[in-house]
């Protein structure tokens, strides 16, 4: 999720760089739900320090043995609209955070502008392409056949969208996973974590993966909360 200081600050920025990603930022709603707040905390402010003058008022009332109960009643009056304007604010932070939360996270300034992979740059290449005298296939069709991949026992023991690596294609995958940690560890300054398989709805809020991504995880509870997801 984004930095509400950063949309404060640079709102017509972060737009920028949001729709060049394709993305509409409302900004009248964003600045209205600013606005709204502001508001709230002013005259929230004013009415605290109004009833805080009227409560030295009283007292001294009370110690001269004089009648308070108009001051009272003011008093209280102030009480109930602090509550009206606590619930009110309550309400535009909530909404404020549901439009903070699908908001997608800024490009880096050197990621090239485009509408699809047409547009895409080229930054380096290795070696030739080599020609072949049949249509290539893809890793998948490739691997499958061979029998390195086996996406129907991987549906067995899971479920749809994972596979399985047997053979000469699991060891390269691990190889990979072990030349790409101590490439980073050793040459580019990286620190190696084993981490968690899991990661909590709290994280994946702060990385911008919800709710956008919601239907596309898979999920455990907590308790029998659906909410609490993992």
């Not at 999720?1 to 950063?6: P, S, V």
């Not at 490439?183 to 190696?192: I, N, P, R």
């Not at 909590?200 to 919800?210: F, K, P």
């Not at 956008?212 to 995880?217: A, P, R, S, W």
Request: proline share 3%.
């Amino acid at each position: 999720m984004l930095d509400i200081q950063l949309l404060r600050k640079e709102t017509d920025s972060v737009a920028a760089r949001l729709k060049s990603r394709g993305f509409e930022l409302d900004v009248a709603t964003f600045n209205e739900l600013e606005a709204q707040r502001k508001a709230i905390q002013v005259r929230t402010e004013e009415l605290q320090s109004q009833r805080n003058k009227l409560s030295k008022e009283i007292g001294v009332r009370k110690a001269q043995k004089l009648d308070a109960s108009d001051i009272m009643a003011e008093v209280a009056g102030i009480g109930d609209e602090l509550k009206a304007s606590a619930e009110k604010l309550d309400e535009v932070q909530a909404n404020m955070r549901n439009l903070l939360l699908n908001i997608p996270n800024l490009p880096h300034e050197s990621v090239p502008i485009g509408a699809d992979e047409n547009d895409n740059v080229e930054v380096s290449r290795w070696g030739d392409t080599p020609k072949f005298e049949f249509e290539a296939q893809d890793h998948v069709a490739l691997g499958e056949k061979i029998g390195l991949l086996d996406f129907e026992m991987a549906g067995k023991i899971t479920g749809s969208r994972f596979s399985l690596m047997r053979g000469g294609l699991a060891r390269l995958h691990r190889a990979l996973a072990q030349l790409m940690l101590d490439t980073h560890t050793d040459q580019h300054g990286y620190t190696e974590c084993y981490t968690p398989y899991m990661v909590n709805s709290d994280s994946l809020m702060g990385t911008g993966q919800l709710p956008k991504f919601k239907e596309d995880l898979f999920w455990v509870t907590k308790g029998g909360d659906d909410e609490a997801r993992e």
